[in-house]
Structures are given as C-alpha cells and as structure tokens.
C-alpha cells in the first residue's frame, strides 16, 4: 500500500466542529485514532467527549491536504491557526507539552496539592569526588549520551562496507546502466501496439488515482475530485471561494 503523508481533519457530521492533526501515513494514523477513540484513550479530551456524546458514526476523517514529511508541521499549522478547530486542545502543531496551554485555577491547585510534600528522588543523594571526576571526563570529550564518540573497529568496517556494495540501492557502474538499458529497448521493442496502450491506460488510471472527497477551505462544502498524480487536491469549490482562499494565503504569508 503507499504510503501517503498529509493534513487530516476528523469532522462531526452533525456540527462541523474539527480536529485538525497531520501524520506521514494517512491511513494508519485514521486507524490509531479511531481504536484510541473507541478505547477511550484519545490524546484529546474534548474530542474523546465528543465521541462518546455523539457516537462514532457522527464522525469522518477527512483529508485536508497531501504533502511531504517536511511540510507536515508547517501545513498543519496553517490550518490550526485558519480554522480555528474545536477539538485541538493545543493551538500549536509541534507541542509535546503543555505550552500555550492555560490551567483553571481549580487545576492549578489540584497539582499543587498533589505535589506537596512529594521528595526529589535526589535528595540527601551525593556523588562521591571519583563519581564527579568520571562525570565531568566524560562530558569534556563530547560524550553526551548513545554512541557518541563511538569507533567501528577495521573488521566492522569491512563489513559494513561490503554490506553497502551489496546493496540495491548503491549506484550502478557505467556498464550496468548501459546493459539495463539495452534491456529494457529490447523490451519495448517487443511489445505491440495493444500491449502499449493498454500499459499507458493503466498508468494514466494509477496516477489519476480514486475520487476522493474533502471539504472547500472556504466555504466548507464537500468537493469530489481525482488525484493527477502530483498529490493535488482542489482547495475551494468554486471561483469565489478560490479568490477567497488566495487571499487567506496572501495574508498568512
């Protein structure tokens, strides 16, 4: 199956509320939500709540826009900040914490209570002078952690290195790439006129590829279209809505 990166919205059917959220494999990430949805254990509260308030069958994933691994953050959060979605408990796309998140006053004090009288599990703990010199040695030759500061012995290298000639993807010689052309003209070459066709019809339907449907980035309304092989998709549903969309990107940039 491809692999296919991008923007995805989960939508409620019944109020247009969103969660909007980004993932370098669409489908598998629509299948992690869902499971976690249905356990009871998504990583948002307000769209768990809305899920057992609603139920399942008032919620569709909807994919927003397909893009490379390195737009993912950047695309994302474009849509957060454009959409405004209700169900995003963090307004930033790149959060692994609380940042930008702001506590009741009733949940201040609850974790306030909860750690009090709570010890460091450093406390009365001391290094001892040859602890503290190992540590110190250690940091001053770069060694921060992991393999850092690591050498391969020479046998591992021989082993490595003739690990990557083997590989497939290591470039092919000069000669190589002449004899697999040849190869491949004595192929064509063989082929006939229906044999052709029908190879490029199959190609222009795998790159056209399924209708899909979305939503207008204007006026929300659904949009059916194909893919035309470079992971397009329509933004607005008409020329209006176009214009509009133009000048949302205008103003974002």
Known sequence: MT??????????????KRYIGSSGNLDTRR???????R?????SSILQN?????????????????????ELLRREQFYIDSLKPAYNVGKFANEKTRLGLKSSPEHVAMMSAALKGRASPMKGKKFTAEHRRKISEHHLAGNSGGRSGFKHTAEAKAKISAARKLSPSRPCSAAARLKRAETMRRWHASQTPEQKAQRASKMSEAQRGPLRRTQCAVCLSEIEYRSNGKRWIPKSCSSACLAEYRCRLLAAT
């Open 3 to 16: 692999r296919i990166g991008g923007v995805y919205a989960i939508r409620n059917v019944q109020n247009g």
């Open 31 to 37: 299948r992690q939500h869902f499971a976690a949805l």
């Open 39 to 43: 356990r009871g254990v998504s990583s």
């Open 50 to 70: 809305a899920f057992r308030k609603y139920g399942e069958q008032a919620f569709v994933f909807d994919v927003i826009e397909v893009c490379s691994d390195t």
